[in-house]
Structures are given as C-alpha cells and as structure tokens.
T-cell receptor, first 113, second 117 residues
Framework: GENVEQHPSTLSVQEGDSAVIKCTYS??????FPWYKQELGKGPQLIID?????GEKKDQRIAVTLNKTAKHFSLHITETQPEDSAVYFC????????????FGRGTSLIVHP | DTEVTQTPKHLVMGMTNKKSLKCEQH?????MYWYKQKAKKPPELMFV???????INESVPSRFSPECPNSSLLNLHLHALQPEDSALYLC????????????????FGNGTRLTVT
C-alpha cells in the first residue's frame, strides 16, 4: 500500500518568515495530493490540493509543488502569520482507484509573533 | 464553520454505557467516513460508506457499529468501550467513491471528543 513520509514533525518560525513542509510518497499510481490544516479543537480542513498532471499550484500565500519523478511534494507558506499556527497533514490518493487518502504524520507549525 | 456537523462535541461514557455519535452533511456527497484521531497523530480510517453501503471496515472492533440511515446521515454506535478508545472521532464526506475520476477531497467535521472512564 501507499506510504507517505512527512517532515519536519515540528517547525517553528518568526512571523513574516516562510515555512516549507515536505512529503514523499511510495506508490507511483497516486495522482491526487491534498493538504489539510488542523487547528486546535477542530477537524482537518483542506487548504490546497494538486493533481499529478500539474507541477505547481498557488493560492495567495500558499503554494504546493509536485515532483512526480522523485515522488515528493511540498507545501510553501510565505509571510507567515500567527493564525497559520496549526498542524498540517499531507495526503496522497488514487482518484479513479482506491481513492482513500493516506496521510502523513503531520507537522506542527508554530509562528511566533 | 464546517459543512459537516457532528454531535455531540464532547462525550464522557463509562465502559458499560451505550452511546451514539451523529454526523450530518447536506453537500450531496455520496461517500462518508469515520476516522479516529489520537493526540498528535494523523486521522486513522475506521469505516467508509459509499452510496449508503458499507464499503470499508478497517478491522474495527465490534464495539464500534456504524450505520448510514440515508445519504446525509452517518451514525457510530458505541458499546462496551475501553479507556484506550478515548480519542477524537471525526466524520468526513467526499463527493464520490471508488471508481470516480473526480478530485474528491475529504470534508471533515470538527469531531466528537470521546472520553471513556
């Protein structure tokens, strides 16, 4: 089955800095890669996703890049703000196939004011 | 606010109690999920309903019993739980199930925080 590795487990930055979270996956058939943000006391919420036929996608301060050859994808957050503090999960799934996502272990992002 | 509503938000139950967790979505999604989440861990899949039929049971103990009364509702019936079952129970839904080519992210509720005493 699919295996998703996520690093780092904890990331501490100053407000205004950039943050990068990296994930690798094992199953070359995976073709859909969502990122979820989980704030304290809430469920995970989708913040951005990317399909395997796209190399990069941006949404304001958030971007995701995908390298299919190397089987890794990354989340980039620029100009971080304290409200970005949360746990971030990457995931990989096969749309059109098993479709159930495999989650990474999560990254706790702390943005210091 | 999330479009997936879970009740109750908190639940404390003894090991001999019977209780139910409820989940509701009105997005027209045809796949619904139960996840269990322990502190500082990713969500762990328990059950998947696709078009109101149980399609995946991840070898969950029988003290957890899912039910999907209709396409908008999902229940999780709890009986004779153990203290190690204490966790955040998350419901999620997605547009489609197996075989679809749609990009279909999960939409999570905010969960039920369950404590078994």
């Amino acid at each position: 089955g699919e295996n998703v590795e996520q690093h780092p487990s904890t990331l501490s930055v100053q407000e205004g800095d950039s943050a990068v979270i990296k994930c690798t996956y094992s199953d070359s058939a995976s073709n859909y890669f969502p990122w979820y943000k989980q704030e304290l006391g809430k469920g995970p919420q989708l913040i951005i996703d990317i399909r395997s036929n796209v190399g990069e996608k941006k949404d304001q301060r958030i971007a995701v890049t995908l390298n299919k050859t190397a089987k890794h994808f990354s989340l980039h957050i620029t100009e971080t703000q304290p409200e970005d503090s949360a746990v971030y999960f990457c995931a990989a799934s096969i749309q059109g196939g098993s479709y159930i996502p495999t989650f990474g272990r999560g990254t706790s992002l702390i943005v210091h004011p | 606010d999330t479009e997936v509503t879970q009740t109750p938000k908190h639940l404390v139950m003894g090991m001999t109690n019977k209780k139910s967790l409820k989940c509701e979505q009105h997005m027209g999604h045809r796949a619904m999920y139960w996840y269990k989440q322990k502190a500082k861990k990713p969500p762990e899949l328990m059950f998947v309903y696709s078009y109101e039929k149980l399609s995946i049971n991840e070898s969950v103990p029988s003290r957890f019993s899912p039910e999907c009364p209709n396409s908008s509702l999902l229940n999780l019936h709890l009986h004779a739980l153990q203290p190690e079952d204490s966790a955040l129970y998350l419901c999620a839904s997605s547009q489609a199930g197996q075989g679809t080519v749609l990009d279909s992210p999960l939409h999570f509720g905010n969960g039920t925080r369950l404590t078994v005493t």
